[in-house]
């Protein structure tokens, strides 16, 4: 598994520590956010109670599971243009206040963003087309400038002496309800469908800013699933909020075998995809090989299967701490088995690898993002490498496979991602241990 | 480079530069470095040494030997020059005069160079960055 | 770049300009570069051969240059002139001659060619498909970064 660690994401955000996550979204074309920690979740919302005698920015309530809420307009709130939703559904955020819950209708939602707190700037009156006293910041983020809302303010208890307080209206009696529970199992529907998607989204966001997986066609099926079981454990409460729970959703996504040598088992099945014999030289790439053990199991199983080969493995890693250590690995273990016993000899610090698989192994501290030149290869072993790249990057990596790898050749990537182009591979299968050979 | 204060003596020493007849040891630098040859011709006029001539590259270093010769003691040799490099420099003036007195003044330290220069018949080598005390000390016995 | 090959620039890098500088020397974290463009305004190159093919770059704005080749040449000078760009030249080739030492008492037999200078704000050093190590060292006359790339020869 490539792990990121939350330095260098901050480095890569230019050093600055991400302490203030918001949801973004729009109001009459500028962009505003709120502080993730007042938001409950989102929700497309297909219709709800029109209560009349309501302020005019109370566009009526809605049932969110039992709880009636009351659903304020933003844009009439702020005497805005309001955008006509095409199929009569809003976008509505649902908050969390102090005192209450409470949804508000956007003209659209954007996505997460995590920023450092220290680059929220003051109002300036010139920022919003909103009252000052709303907003309790502003803030830039990839080119856009965010007016962060206070909602508390806006939307709180407390703006008793502020006409535009909200009141707490009593919820509708059971009666005048009836009409809106006819319709729930309608709206549940569209807007569980919907928000599955948009919580899945936030959830992948999250992943990118905490631990630089991206998710892409790569690892989609992997991030539903997880989602699904995720949902159980948590309940309504989805969201990831730090980087724990990020690494908590991320827990059962290593592959087998992850930053240890494979053991017999798991080898042999691996060889079984290989050509029973082959002649020459056998070039084999080996991505985000981390500290080494991935590429001495690699070295060590093709060397069993096929033992007249020229090998070479070229083992690259961004991470320099980890594979300068590579080449020097030593291996403490009682015995790995049959397997690698017959490649391992005494040394004065341990058993280390014979020199016939050493001098098969080519150890670089490369970044694979960067431009590389590659011999035609028999066998790529990338697991759990890609889904930390960013998606069009991976792209980029899918197509040096197709320009540089043999037809027949051996794919191996992570045992949760697939290839992002299906078509121009066979899959092959032994025993739930999978791999690809090019076409 | 800064050159380092000796201590003063009781005696009063003959500059390690000069022969017993008090005239200078006469030495061609070949060095394809403005600086290096700068910092040598410091050095050893520092201590009497006189520099007749400086070479940039290896063809020019064989050449003003062979125009100078017999009137140089001692020649300094980089060993990485364009043209022709200090070990086939060496070579050829060996060639010429199998008493020609080379010291190799190179920022490599391969064992393998070294060897082959003093198997060509450099007389010392002396591996940049340059020390004062160093550089006297090795051309002073090559000298002797 | 090879991980074998990274320590003996490292130390080299950093031995050097402490010998000949005299000075505190400040290492700062190892990164990757996409290419070797060089990009403060003064690069002295040094080629390298035998075993790989690449090059070493020692690259510094052309302030720290002219400070760097005050203090190797015992006077202050006053613009990059011959004899400044010859200083600079010879620390560029000490540094990869030192390190091209260290990897040959490793086993790996690399040569360098004559080292050159670049100066300039658009240098462009042609590098197709090779990425950069790149050492960064701080000192009292500034910043200088040492920038090597290598590609093994299949």
Redesign the interface.
Known sequence: MKHVSLKETKNLKDQTRIDFKMVTFSLAGKDYGIDIMKVKEISKAANFTFVPNAAPFVKGVYNLRGDIISVIDMRVFFNLEAEKAEDNTENMIILRLDSHVLSIIVDSIDKVIGISSESIQPPHPLFGDINIKYISGVVENDGRLYVILDVERILGDDEQGDGRAVEQRPAPSISSAAPFNARESTVSTTASAVKEDVDIGFIEETLITFLSFYSSPVNQDWIRSRFTAWKKQKGEDVQLANEQDAEAYLSPFPSPFSGSYWNSDFAEKVASFLPEDHAGNFYVWNPGCESGYESYSVACLIKNRLPNIHLRIIAHDNDLIRISTAPGLVVNQASLGNLYDDFLTEGSRGKQFKKEIKDAILFEYHDITHDNTLPKLDMVVMRDTVSYIAPDRQQHIFNTLEEVMKPGGLLILGAHEQPINPGAWEKVDNSGVVAYKKK | MKTTSDFPSINERAPEGQNNGGAAFKVLVVDDSMFVTKQIGQILSSEGFEVVATAADGLEGVEKYKELYPHVDLVTMDITMPRMDGVSALKKIIEFDKDAKVVMISALGKQDLVKKALLIGAKNYIVKPLDRKKVLERVVSVLK | ????Y?NPFVEAAYS?MT??LQTEVERKD?Y?K?TTQPVMGVAALVGLAGDVEGRVLIDMSQDTAIKIAST???EELTSLD??AK??I??LA??I???A??KL??LGFKFD???PSIITGDNMSVSNA???A?IVPLEMPQGLVEINVAI??R?
């Open positions: 770049m090879r991980v074998e990274i050097i010998e000949v190892l990757l996409k190797m040449n015992g011959e004899l010859a200083t030249t010879e080739n000490m990869t001659a030192q091209v030492t040959f008492d360098l060619t004559p498909n090779v990425e190590l590609r093994e299949a």
